[in-house]
Nanobody, 126 residues
Framework: QVQLVESGGGLVQAGGSLRLSCAAS???????????MGWFRQAPGNEREFVAA????????TYADSVKGRFTISRDNAKNTVYLQMNSLKAEDTAVYYC????????????????WGQGTQVTVSS
């Protein structure tokens, strides 16, 4: 079973930055590079939405339009960790942020991911 643990959330002023991390624990025989990784977020009263995703080797990334140019997803396969660098944060970025893992190619839809972390809260004050 893949276990994902997010960290790095917190309270930040609008215009500020945060870097989220997601560390993966993997079952025997699996390597982190077997998985494409994604970040999603859920604001109060809203459905969970896609934020960013990255292929197994980091060679391809994709972003939601709302975060393009401000957020950067990256990964370190040697550390079994994926990151989300968030710059120029806005109040509307306030949400619980989740990382997710899926075998195979890059994915952008929630139901395509089989493994999820517990989430980390990001609050942006205006």
């Amino acid at each position: 079973q893949v276990q994902l643990v997010e960290s790095g959330g917190g309270l930040v002023q609008a215009g500020g930055s945060l870097r989220l991390s997601c560390a993966a624990s993997l079952p025997s025989g699996r390597t982190f590079s077997s998985y494409s990784m994604g970040w999603f977020r859920q604001a109060p009263g809203n459905e969970r939405e896609f934020v960013a995703a990255i292929t197994w080797n980091g060679g391809t990334t994709t972003y939601a339009d709302s975060v393009k140019g401000r957020f950067t997803i990256s990964r370190d396969n040697a550390k079994n960790t994926v990151y989300l660098q968030m710059n120029s944060l806005k109040a509307e970025d306030t949400a619980v942020y989740y990382c997710a893992a899926a075998l195979g190619w890059i994915k952008t839809r929630e139901h395509e991911y089989g493994y999820w972390g517990q989430g980390t809260q990001v609050t942006v004050s205006s």
